[in-house]
């Protein structure tokens, strides 16, 4: 099988979204990671509804699937970046959270979209992380319960330093959620808990909401192109490829928009010649040892 690749929006944050589209459609990639934020699909603009339908009849003409993102830095708030979450200590501030996951949700049905990820937040400095953890799960029933209703698929995205950080956290998380899936961003990996990259690909693929990757420097949250750090990429993809994971593997790079031009293009064809790498080796013949040499 052929991996399906998309790229984040919130790597093109200098291109209109209808040029950012047509741009990911011309490179051969085949879908869009739509980040709702200011720049691209506000989803407190006026007509969300309607707009949203006339994109996703952009999408259908430029043969583009898509996943919902949520992770707009200021959108909710323009002086807290990704304020509030949904463990804020004020209810009211974990309400508007989940208000607006509920929103992309509206959206990701509108687009016909593969899945809405989302993620926890950081506790506050000093937080009770049992209570935050109860807001968590609270949080979490509500938006699955209402996007199981608009036939949406919820995948939850562990973020190093928040409160689920990693594929085991997330684990703890689904067992009190049922439906919910994991949104599994491989380069995360390399920074927070016990799994390798391939090696969660192959113990959470029955799980598997959506994907993310990456390069990133190990131990270190920065999200970097194909090549700039320690991502094992044929391991990886060749991990995809053998449990038979069919959404969209969306490439993350929110510090790249300035060179999205050339990135695009390159971080898709770099991705082909892992893919190929991993396909390579896995037909290769095992060579047996002589005896007796």
Not at 254 to 259: F, G, K, L, M, Q
Request: proline share 5%; net charge negative.
């Amino acid at each position: 099988m052929t991996l399906r690749y998309a790229y984040n929006t919130n790597g093109l944050t200098s291109h209109r979204l209808d040029d950012a589209l047509t741009l990911l459609a011309d490179c051969g990639y085949d879908g869009v990671a739509l980040t709702l934020d200011v720049a691209h699909h506000d989803p407190f603009a006026a007509d969300l509804a309607a707009r949203t339908d006339r994109l996703a009849r952009r999408l259908r003409a430029l043969g583009l699937a898509s996943v919902v993102e949520t992770g707009a830095r200021f959108l909710l708030d323009p002086r807290r970046k990704h304020h509030p979450t949904l463990v804020s200590p004020d209810g009211t501030d974990r309400v508007r959270r989940r208000d607006f996951l509920r929103t992309c949700v509206d959206v990701a049905a509108g687009l016909g979209s593969e899945a809405v990820s989302f993620w926890a937040g950081v506790p506050e400095p000093g937080a009770d992380r049992h209570r935050c953890w109860r807001w968590l799960v609270d949080g979490v029933h509500d938006v699955v319960a209402y996007a199981q209703r608009r036939g949406v698929r919820c995948a939850f995205e562990p973020e190093p330093g928040m409160l689920v950080e990693d594929c085991d956290d997330w684990a703890r998380l689904a067992a009190e959620v049922p439906g919910l899936t994991l949104a599994l961003d491989t380069g995360h990996c390399l920074v927070a808990g016990r799994h390798e990259p391939a090696a969660a690909v192959q113990a959470f693929a029955g799980r598997l909401g959506a994907c993310a990757i990456e390069d990133m420097p190990r131990g270190r949250h920065e999200h970097r192109a194909p090549g700039e750090g320690d991502l094992d990429f044929p391991a990886v993809l060749g991990a995809l490829t053998q449990v038979g994971y069919g959404g969209l593997v969306s490439l993350e790079l929110s510090r790249d928009a300035h060179r999205a031009d050339t990135l695009v293009p390159a971080a898709l064809a770099a991705l082909r010649d892992a893919e190929r790498a991993a396909s390579s080796h896995a037909s290769r013949p095992a060579v047996a040892a002589e005896v007796g040499a």
